[in-house]
Nanobody
Framework: QVQLVESGGGLVQPGGSLRLSCATS????????INWYRRAPGKERELVATITASGHATNYPDSVKSRFTVSRDNANNAAHLQMNNLKFEDTAVYYC?????WGQGTRVTVSS
């Protein structure tokens, strides 16, 4: 069956970095754009990164641009989200998405 499994979340201080991973199986990963979303407590879900199926194009909202970098490894059916210079407002559960398929999320907490 289709699976997307996020990992790499945790507790980090402001200014720190985390690298999230999304391991996938059960669908043709190389044909799907990958999106990373987050949902902060009390807020709407927010799209924070997109990478095309080929990996040749990416997109970010202004809130994370220049701090977050999305990448993918089509040979291993995985995607990654490198997050640098983390801020308090980056605290959220982060989800990997491909088409109608979603992971369970990984929690990121930015706190001093």
């Amino acid at each position: 069956q289709v699976q997307l499994v996020e990992s790499g979340g945790g507790l980090v201080q402001p200014g720190g970095s985390l690298r999230l991973s999304c391991a996938t199986s059960g669908f043709p990963f190389q044909f799907y754009a990958i999106n990373w979303y987050r949902r902060a407590p009390g807020k709407e879900r927010e799209l924070v990164a997109t990478i095309t199926a080929s990996g040749h194009a990416t997109n970010y909202p202004d809130s994370v641009k220049s701090r977050f970098t999305v990448s993918r490894d089509n040979a291993n059916n995985a995607a990654h989200l490198q997050m640098n210079n983390l801020k308090f407002e980056d605290t959220a559960v982060y989800y990997c998405n491909a088409g109608v398929n979603w992971g369970q999320g990984t929690r990121v907490t930015v706190s001093s």
